[in-house]
């Protein structure tokens, strides 16, 4: 307590004694016997009462055990319930939540992971994912000040994320290894690479990555099925020595539509785990011809880059041209990209009526475009500016994936403010470091005339940029070609507009996307839209409303079971429907291990100074982690200031103290 309360407390006694004595002693000639008591109580209830608004406080030394931090991961996906492992890891479970020897040690938490990492309730094991490097670098990251260790109980599969046994993890990880681990002889089909879309009477390639896990040479026959019809079949020699093989297969694409195929290897005779040798995919046939021109006010990479990835398709030809050297009929070509535009593309807007699609840029005119009545204008000054791009994941006009856009780098365009009307932005310009509500890449629909608008120069740096990513260009391709095709289409926009796949894989959550839109075509949030979706084979029907989000409705279906489905998505109240069929196949990349990877788990323990156990040896875990002396409660001493009287109580003196002072004077008839 410091001097300076001290001080206010004999201050706050003083002030008590004085009005006390001011009113029973001073100036009283003779002083009744009883005025002694009477001064007694008002002193005390006066001084109680300052006491109470000083509120001393003193300071007090607390000891306080910091225990080491114990963190158990336990496995929850489904790779647990296909080897069979449930009671084991849930009877693990139990064995270190009751054991006195690491509580008594170690402050314990209990994490569950799979995908992603949750603080444990119960255990599924229905997580589709294995993320142990998640997991571990989770933990690392939530108890980074604080000493510890991480039980790890895991069969050491992991379906996603970077390598485990490379993650930085400042706390010691003892895994405790599950499953099986006896090595098996196993084939199976590692990876299947195949185009989404094909174009009729061509070829489109299959590849597949066939790996052996064994010690003897054998033959196995890799095959292609459709409808249950053989369409390719190879026979491969496998051995110990050349245990992986990549076989190519070039199937003909003659009916429009989607066909699903499935990729097949022959079974091993001491084969334990046949989940993983077969892979179902699915290509959808496309009849599309198109004339592509380059109109150019310029000579720039991005002419070059538009040109190899819209002629990835065999169905597209392009051609490049100055505008001031054009020669020829806009009418020949079904879909035109004006490339910085300046006034020398006036003959082309006057004339259009292919669809097309602006690139601007540094060299753009921007008071002619300001002039062309598209829809958009730009408020620009001679000034250049870098613009990132953010992907809109509710952009419904096509179905476009987010190719990594986010990370790309930046375009190049004139600074100023864009207003476009009546679009759909599949990209937002992000301006150093914040997404904004202008568009990088919009899509426009009037009339039966579709066009689009990129608003910035050096696209060939993403298509670099993303073979850097990918080791190809498949994806930036992909993404032009989905671009070229909505756009030189001359379908007629349709209300309804819905994003849904082909194609999906058991227990995967199936996200749908619809676009409705009034009949002035403008977003009508009022809707109510529902999907039914049925089994073909047992006829089952479920339905499904769809949910408002942002300016799309939405829907999640989990739980369909593999088959083929067919769907069905109204509007209530509206005569438009959409309708299709998707499949779901039997496929769980949790159950294509055929046993536990001890050796990434004992690789990960030894990096991180922890040890190796198997599931029948977690006493022997337990009593190393209770005799480590690296793990040490440590005392730490803590000051507080705590009040020095209890306020309550302290009150009720005061008020006891009052009442008995005025009975008192009652009862000597000073009232």
């Not at 986010?406 to 301006?431: E, I, M, R």
């Amino acid at each position: 307590m410091s001097t300076q309360i001290v001080l206010y407390i004999i201050i706050a006694l003083l002030v008590g004694v004085a009005v006390a004595y001011f009113q029973y002693f001073f100036k009283v000639k003779k002083t009744p016997k009883h005025h002694v008591l009477l001064f007694v109580l008002r002193t005390l209830s006066i001084f109680f009462l300052l006491l109470l608004l000083i509120n001393p406080l003193i300071k007090i030394q607390e000891t306080t055990d910091i225990k080491p931090k114990l963190s158990v991961l336990v496995d929850n996906s489904l790779s647990t319930s296909f080897f069979k492992e449930e009671k084991k890891v849930g009877d693990l479970f139990n064995q270190f939540k009751n054991s006195n020897k690491l509580s008594d040690k170690f402050d314990i938490d209990f994490f569950s992971f799979g995908g992603d990492v949750k603080a444990i309730d119960s255990l599924t094991f229905n997580e589709t994912h294995t993320n142990i490097h998640k997991a571990v670098k989770s933990i690392n990251n939530l108890h980074k000040d604080e000493s510890g260790a991480i039980i790890l109980i895991s069969d050491g599969n992991q379906t996603i994320g970077e390598d485990y046994a490379y993650v930085n993890s400042k706390k010691s990880v003892y895994p405790l290894v599950i499953g099986d681990t006896t090595k098996y002889e196993d084939i199976k089909i590692a990876q299947l690479n195949v185009n989404k879309y094909s174009y009729i009477n061509n070829k489109f390639p299959v590849e597949a990555l066939i790996q052996y896990d064994g010690n003897k040479s054998i033959n196995t026959v890799y095959s292609i099925y459709k409808s249950g019809k053989k369409v390719f079949s190879k026979t491969l020699n496998l051995s110990k020595e050349n245990n992986s093989v990549t076989v190519t297969a070039n199937l003909s694409s003659n009916k429009e539509g989607v066909h699903y195929y499935s990729a097949t290897i022959s079974k091993l005779s001491a084969e334990k785990n046949i989940k993983n040798n077969s892979k179902v995919f699915s290509v959808e046939v496309i009849d599309e011809q198109a004339k592509v021109l380059i109109l150019t006010s310029i000579l720039h990479p991005d002419l070059g880059a538009f040109t190899k990835a819209i002629e990835s398709n065999k169905q597209r030809s392009v051609t490049v041209s100055t505008v001031t050297k054009f020669k020829g009929s806009f009418d020949e070509y079904q879909f035109v990209i004006a490339y910085q535009p300046n006034i020398y593309f006036k003959p082309f807007f006057n004339e259009r009526k292919s669809n097309f699609l602006v690139v601007t840029g540094t060299k753009s005119d921007w008071n002619f475009i300001n002039t062309l009545e598209l829809g958009i204008s730009k408020s620009s000054i001679n000034q250049s500016e870098d613009y990132n791009s953010s992907y809109n994941s509710n952009y419904l006009t096509f179905i476009q994936n987010n190719i990594g856009f986010n990370d790309f780098p930046p375009l190049k365009d004139k600074f100023g403010a864009v207003t476009a009307k009546d679009h759909q932005s599949l990209l937002y310009q992000k301006l150093k470091g914040f997404t904004t509500e202008e568009p990088l890449l919009a899509t426009f629909e009037k009339g039966e005339q579709k066009f689009g608008v990129l608003f910035g120069e050096g696209i060939w740096k993403w298509r670099a940029a993303s073979y850097l990513k990918e080791t190809s260009f498949q994806e930036f391709d992909a993404f032009i070609g989905n671009l070229v095709q909505f756009l030189s289409s001359n379908k007629k926009r349709k209300r309804l507009d819905v994003k849904i796949e082909n194609f999906y894989l058991a227990n995967q959550t199936i996200d749908v996307s619809a676009l409705y839109l009034d009949n002035n075509f403008k977003f009508d949030s009022r809707a109510s839209i529902q999907i039914a979706i049925e089994n073909i084979n047992t006829k089952e029907q479920k339905i499904f409303p769809f949910s408002l989000s942002n300016n799309s409705f939405r829907v999640e279906v989990d739980g369909l079971v593999p088959g083929d489905y067919s769907y069905q998505i109204s509007v209530e109240s509206q005569s438009i429907k959409k309708s299709g069929r998707f499949k779901v196949a039997d496929f769980q990349i949790e159950e294509q291990f055929t046993n536990s990877n001890k050796e990434k788990l004992k690789e990960l323990a030894s990096k991180s100074n922890g040890n190796l156990f198997y599931w029948n040896q977690q006493n022997n875990l337990i009593e190393q982690l209770a005799d480590d002396k690296k793990y040490f409660i440590v005392q730490k001493s803590i000051e507080k200031e705590r009040g020095l009287i209890h306020w309550k109580w302290l009150l009720f003196v005061i008020v006891g103290l009052l009442t008995l002072e005025w009975f008192l004077r009652k009862y000597y008839g000073k009232i």
